[in-house]
């Protein structure tokens, strides 16, 4: 009965937050009071980031400042590379960032709250310097400079992912990704965050619980599962009868629906028309297509409306980002919010902790080991 | 209001769970049904870690298979021996932990659910070894024999951490200590490896999750916080003092009081009866009585009774067991309960996402980078 009032926590209000809003009319989404429409039209992930960690969109002059910080913070000290070159090559990248963030606590720990800004700021821009130094290191067996010329992580990422700076397109396209992605108030990633943030843990044990808790297929391995779905259809009929079979099948498809929003997930309308964008300036003409498709049929026979995954895994394969790297990039968009969480909930902590309801054995009499 | 209602999730039900009762009567703890008294008179901590792990206490033959079985998982693989040689010898041993599961995760991936009660014996028997491996590399410059004689998980550590078999006794109580920690209902860490396991996210990213989060010292850490406080007494006189001078500062005092138990924390008379015992063996005159003090200061003047970190505290220390490896010990027994909680909720998942009561800024007119 308990179970049933309070499953997954679903409709309990876990605490307050002064970050963001989301599906507050069914639809919308907004940062600090910001729309995710405005700061995905007007602003770049920088000011986002900004606008999370540091409280507020930064001048001309504070975004110049921030993406110099940024940039300085993102080389990898040697026993962190040692530790990444010892995960071996099939490791899921999500683990790869779990790991590497636990290890870099170890390297540079977080000695005093104080601290916690820029540990946050080093975690935003070392994550592509940790997945892509593991990356290169056993795809092509070298150990790639960490260093470009690139002054946002979107350019960043795809230059060290490449080996050269991307079309400026691309470019933009991820960094728009990134803003989308960047904070979602109490999802699991973040309130596994907080959780953790609460018994006054540092801040990088709050951040690897936060990208364990997102490796998961319900929460963001949901565009990856999204990729994986596409890639089998190589025509716009054979997604129409593959996926009508997967419903009839009662099969899960992934990147639709959402626990929060009832009416549309606005980061889906931006994100779709970045892939539209993308296929015609790739010339690719089936993936879209393909993806639309699987849209429609969802919408007709589900009344299900694509959220802000589904399209994301077209707009990445245009950039010509592997599939295994779809959930790093949610990572490296979402430490913004999770960090803006950790210190919402350090500044007016209380322990979380819940009940549960008892539904095992009664009181048993022991028995010694050698009676039973 | 919201907060005030639920701030902590304090008295909600996030679920059900037939592992443990804790506090039903305000001063009871039952593992599957069985009293932890009962427990920690007549059997063993792998005899507990079977009932968590494994559903039932085990007959004569399972126990000694049992114990074989955590046996032969004692080694590490390379790649993480040399991962562990990487963590600086200033690092906290939680940290330690903490990567070190999460790098084992990377080596040996969970690739399906079904391998979960084996992935859980592992991590049972390899925490000792991860710990006690990065403690002699870095303080003796040693790479220790990670195997030995020992038939139990406490002597083992013991062994582990001295370079020699301990004493029976001690290794008794420590045995005792790891029943009493091995399990308790939706605390933090247990519920952090919950919300990480509900996105359907792999076994080691919901135990790193737990550790990261019992890391903290209004949680694990509580233990370390109290053997820092008894230690800065020489005396009986000076504990009186300084305890009641604390008081007056309003001071928090670490291992004091619980979340649920209102009456008493059966698991601490328990510790209490172990920590007088080994004063007396080990000769220690002062420990033991300056805690007591603390404790009738406590009982006293605020009402409140110690809770199971509290003698846990003394009993280590005459183990000879630095303060530093106080809650890594709380992480090898726990990681029992762990380990069933997040078998109980795969077997039943739905994913954790409370809300949130926003209390920011009203939607905001963007303006533009130049402007601002």
Known sequence: MADKKTGGLAGIVAGTTEICTVGSEGNSLHYRGFSVEDLAEHSCFEEVAHLLIHGHLPTVVELAQYKAKLSSMRSLPNPLKIILQQIPAIAHPM??????????????PEESFKQQKDIADRLLASFPSMLLYWYHYHKQGKEINLQTEEDSIAGHFLHLLHGHSADVMLQRALDVSLILYAEHEFNASTFAARVTTATLADFY????SAIGTLRGSLHGG???EAMKLLERFDSVDAADKGIRQML??????????HRVYRVRDPRSDVIKEWSKKLAAHTGNTLLFPVSEQVDNIMAEEKG????????SASAYRF???PTEMFTPIFVMSRITGWSAHIFEQRANNKLIRPGAEYIGPEPQTFVALEQR
Chains 1, 2 share one sequence.
Do not use: Q
Not at 95 to 105: H, I, K, Y
Not at 248 to 257: D, V
Not at 304 to 311: E, K, Q, S
């Open 95 to 108: 683990d790869v960032l779990r790991t590497g963030c636990s290890a870099l606590g170890t390297i540079e």
């Open 205 to 208: 044990s709050a951040v690897t």
């Open 222 to 224: 949901a565009n990856e």
């Open 248 to 257: 009839a099948n009662k099969e899960l498809i992934m990147g639709f629906g």
């Open 304 to 311: 299900l409306f694509p959220n802000a995954d589904f399209y």
């Open 319 to 321: 950039c010509d980002i």
